[in-house]
């Protein structure tokens, strides 16, 4: 889709040079597009860029794909396949192409519902490394948004909660809620059809599939009698805070279109999971929003996983437009409820009398500087030097490479004052 317009700020000059590259793809080894704002490009070169794209394109359409699941379907077991290198379904007359890669036998059906265990997560760093929810994560957020009512679930880039809702709607008879997977991961049209999955680049707000897919999308969003629709990201970290709330106010705007009455002066309801660290970039695009204590865990980052099993804690939140009373934390995971902030806080995170709110950002208990007039970290003390709190073997000359949370320079991530976000 679309490329992203950047700008390369160079040190003395007033104004950067801009330029566009891959909105999705951080790293150029993986997207080399590059283009100056101003460049002139050639004939020849348009020529060249189209027909790489073409040869780029995916073996088969989303389409194709489908038609390929009902054909595998009916296959008995041990003719059921999966090209492991290929990371695809194979039916019988394609065997021979993959003979020399790694395949898995006698693909069950379960196996099929469960295509976030089949597929190996992308685990390309900058671009779109796939964490998975820990099953007790997902179970949390499902039971959540059950809770608070909402029958439909628009899955931004989570393949995990997606199937754990299709996985249940196909076995529980009263189980009504149902999901659209946006993702930018095109293996999983082999296994959803176009309603349940469209191939979307969250960075860009582009649906690949065209004006149909869109669609799709918007139909989805439609909230026929009553059924309640809520929004679910878990992007990239990586990713650029600005090109995601571009995309999800567009998405938003959808939403809005849809509603007939009502939705005036309303958002859509949503859950964007991301780490603690960007609080005050959400804010900044999203002022109605509110980070959530609860602590999103998965199963394949070593570091994210939960406190209570010794591993490191995960910084990874939840940030939501709803009442923050409403997200109810699990009390036996050690949430508790603040009736003075009027919402479920970390057992760690204590109410500070001075600031006169929960301040911990990373659940444990953060201390009060009368200097700073904030809490800040437990590790943290006041500096004269520098005039803030800060690690005690701290260097007191401030950096001058940008900060990695608020784009300043002047000081690091952990320094960041728009950290302590009130
Ligand atoms: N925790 C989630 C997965 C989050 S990983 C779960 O368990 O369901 C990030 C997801 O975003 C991946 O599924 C990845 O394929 C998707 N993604 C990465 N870049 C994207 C982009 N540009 N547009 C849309 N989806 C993207
Ligand atoms: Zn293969
Ligand atoms: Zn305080
Ligand atoms: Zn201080
Ligand atoms: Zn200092």
Redo the contacts with the bound molecule.
Sequence with gaps: GPALLFVKASQGKEEGRRFYAC??CRDRKDCNFFQWEDEKVSETRLAAREEYNRKHQPSFTHRQNVERYKNFVLLPLSKRRFCQECQQLLLPAEWEKHSDHQFLCDISTAQLKSP?QLLCP?ENKK???????ADRT?QFLLNLLIDLGFRRVL????????EMIQLKASQEENFKVRSLL????FRYSQFYTEDEFCH????NDYFFGGEAARETCRKFLYEDNGERVIMVT???FG?LVEALASSFKKLMTMWKETGKEGHDDKEMPMFW?FPYFFESRILDFFPSFSMMDYQVD?DNHTLYKHGKTGRRQSPVRIFTNLTPSMIVLPVEEGYRFCTICQRYVSSGNQHCEICNSCTSKDGRRWKHCVLCKKCVKPSWFHCNNCNCCALQNHSCEKTDAACFVCGKAGHKRSACPSLSHS
Excluded: E
């Design positions: 909105s999705a976030s992308l671009t779109n490394a796939q964490y998975l929810f997902c899955s931004v880039g989570t393949p995990r909660l997606h946006l993702d930018i991961d979307y680049n969250m960075f878990d992007p990239p990713g999971i998965y």
